[in-house]
């Protein structure tokens, strides 16, 4: 039962990973669902297990770190869409410290992001003004971020089931 919601997430984010590579949109449903069932089975796993004293903290975690998720993709909106930040709020659920070094790296990005000067945008000196054309092209690539996230997770998993066995 402890390893389900593993596999939900894994098979969702390779559901998403496809999707987000082929149209550059993720679908909400699934990962809402996955939210969902993930949560419930959480809770079974730890009342099953007589850690209910937990549950109070693990609802306001997932409560906080859902309002995290959208405050920054209200504000990250143009960079990284909401579905990026769905996704992430589903990782937090099975691997809260990946998700939340993912969550604050994004903001670290987003406001980097703000603070280059956008394409077109003139200086009084040409070279610099050459270098922050090459690098506003360079970030003009779009690269979809949830296959990112997925092997992220992975590896994620990887060095905590290898921590654990250790």
Do not use: W
Not at 16 to 44: F, G, H, R
């Amino acid at each position: 039962m402890y390893f389900i919601p593993f596999i939900i997430t894994i098979l969702v984010l390779l559901f998403e990973s496809i999707s987000d590579i082929k149209t550059m949109k993720t679908y909400t449903l699934p990962i809402y669902i996955a939210c969902i069932i993930n949560i419930v089975i959480k809770i079974l796993y730890k009342v099953s297990n007589g850690s209910t004293a937990e549950l109070k903290y693990m609802c306001m975690f997932i409560i906080l770190f859902g309002m995290c998720c959208y405050c920054s993709s209200y504000l990250t909106h143009r960079q990284l869409g909401a579905g990026d930040f769905d996704i992430i709020f589903l990782i937090f659920i099975t691997q809260p410290l990946f998700a939340v070094i993912v969550l604050v790296s994004s903001i670290i990005m987003f406001i980097k992001h703000c603070i280059i000067i956008p394409k077109g945008q003139t200086t009084l000196n040409n070279d610099v003004s050459q270098e922050q054309t090459k690098l506003s092209e360079i970030l003009a690539i779009k690269i979809s971020f949830v296959p990112v996230l997925f092997i992220g997770y992975i590896i994620s998993i990887i060095f905590t089931g290898l921590g654990a066995m250790l």
